[in-house]
């Protein structure tokens, strides 16, 4: 990083040029984004800047532009014809805020990116005595190394691409992670606080995930809320981290013939 | 000087949040008998509380049709035997675990014809319940207070993996990896348990299939009975490989080779026109990666 300086004239046409080399060479399925950090107040091009942001439109690149100093027309026109977005930070705690609004995916465009079915290889962790020969480094290796389904070779790390027979390695986990997003749980429902539910059978006086008391003080109900499939009762501090981290309802994973787990697919 | 509470919590506090696998038709076709077992889980629980006097100790059944708590060391609902005769964690267990069973059986009887008789393969045990429910608890220990013990959860599974909680346990998972949770298995079955493996491999824990069920009581005292500080310089089993090998979304078998639809990450055995999750239909003039790069390879 020390020797890292800035020395020249900023040029957006070279960054793009060499952005559109990289992502060129994405298959159709991916999409393709760039996010620009601008502090410059000009650009100075080898060529005809417009050109290259219809070269960009063209692969379908949508680039957007972050920018440090002052808002510049050439940056509004890149990022409206690509279909990004273009601000301009104000101090630093908004220019966090302006890149961390980048962290989520932006919503895909379906005619973008068609959908393709693409063949992955799923590697199975060798034991830690296991020596063999790595492809990535061309020396022995002992120890923890991933197997190529197809042809047998170790690999390091994944997720990656056998050098030898091209299959898309990947592990299980990689893609599981985002599976939270096909089966979102339902938002649960707030247990209204009428005297009768004290008495109603359906009322439990602990919370089905953690066990904590629903009950206030003075052995009234306090706040709870309630899975509409399972309907179990849950405290709120579970209702928080069920929908933000856990992303099971504890309720309908414990019980086999509930109505949940008769129409789940996986 | 440290001052006395704080001194009290030393580094080796542990909250141990133990699923006990009580599937009934993995126990009547097991050659160990579930009460043997029990005796060695109970005399290591046991043991475990004698360590520290603020260690904690929840246990969870994971039943074929229901989990549910059994026991909650730190909990004041606890009450010994009438008698006297046995520590409230042995009569509690014991009585909870009971009761627990006979309802797990009578919640089995509409159904139970298509239970047993669907498929070849015994219904599995509820895994990715007993991880939630564990996970629900252990976010209340870490809300208790600054100071609170180090949790970690163990699983006692010998039912084999059902591919149906696939999508559920590995959330649990991830989960229990973003609360730095390490999830210990102690796996008794047949074959390794793939999602076993990944869970311990991927939360940091320790995954174990004793060789010799007679001395089970030795593997836990001297493997999973460790703390979190302690393991940085004990020497404990090594991996013999994880199995990351993930089950398709068509026939739920385990497939080592498949196809990803790019759009929602499903995985399928064999080629499809379309995808059942997300309802994109392939695009016939794409060709996937595979085939260009045989085109490259033939060139």
Known sequence: ?266 | MPSAPSKLYSDDVSLLVVTLDTNPFFWSTFSFPFSEFLSHVLAFLNSILLLSQLNQVVVIATGCNSCTYLYDSSSDKSHGSTSGSMPSLYSDLLHNLEVFLARDQQLAKPWGNAAAGGGGAPPSSLLSGSLSMALCYIQRAFRSGPIHPQPRILCLQGSADGPEQYVAIMNSIFSAQHSTVPIDSCYIGSNNSAFLQQASYITGGIYYRPPHLDGLFQYFSTVFATDLHSRAFLRLPKSVGVDFRASCFCHKQTIDMGYVCSVCLSIFCEHHDKCSTCGSVFGQSQSNVASSTNRKRKA
């Open chain 1, 1 to 266: 990083m020390g020797k890292l300086e800035c020395s020249g004239d900023a040029s957006l046409q070279n960054a793009l040029e060499l952005v559109l080399g990289y992502l060129n060479q994405i298959p159709s399925y991916g999409h393709r984004e760039v996010l620009i950090l601008y502090s410059a107040l000009s650009t100075c091009d080898p060529g005809d800047l417009m050109e290259t942001i219809q070269k960009c439109k063209k692969s379908k690149i949508r680039c957007s532009v972050i920018g440090l100093a002052a808002e510049m027309f050439i940056c509004k026109h890149l990022s409206q014809e690509t279909g990004g977005t273009y601000a301009v930070a104000l101090d630093e705690s908004h220019l966090k805020e302006l890149v961390l609004e980048h962290a989520p995916p932006p919503p895909a465009i379906a005619e973008y990116a068609t959908a393709n079915l693409i063949k992955m290889g799923f590697p199975q962790r060798a034991a830690e005595s296991a020596v063999a020969i790595c492809t990535c480094h061309e020396e022995a290796r002992i120890g923890g190394g991933y197997t190529c389904p197809r042809c047998k070779v170790r690999v390091c790390e994944l997720p990656t691409e056998c050098r030898i027979c091209g299959l898309t390695l990947i592990s299980s986990p990689h893609l599981a992670r985002s599976y939270h997003h096909l089966f979102p749980i339902v938002p649960f429902d707030e247990v209204s606080q009428t005297p009768q539910n004290v008495s109603s059978h359906g009322f439990s006086s602990d919370c089905f995930g953690c066990q904590q008391s629903l009950l206030s003080q003075g052995n009234k109900p306090g706040l709870s809320v309630t899975c509409p499939k399972c309907k179990q009762h849950f405290c709120l501090d579970c209702d928080i981290y069920i929908h933000e981290s856990l992303h099971n309802c504890p309720g309908c994973e414990s019980f086999r013939h509930s109505n949940s787990t008769a129409t789940r697919m996986v």
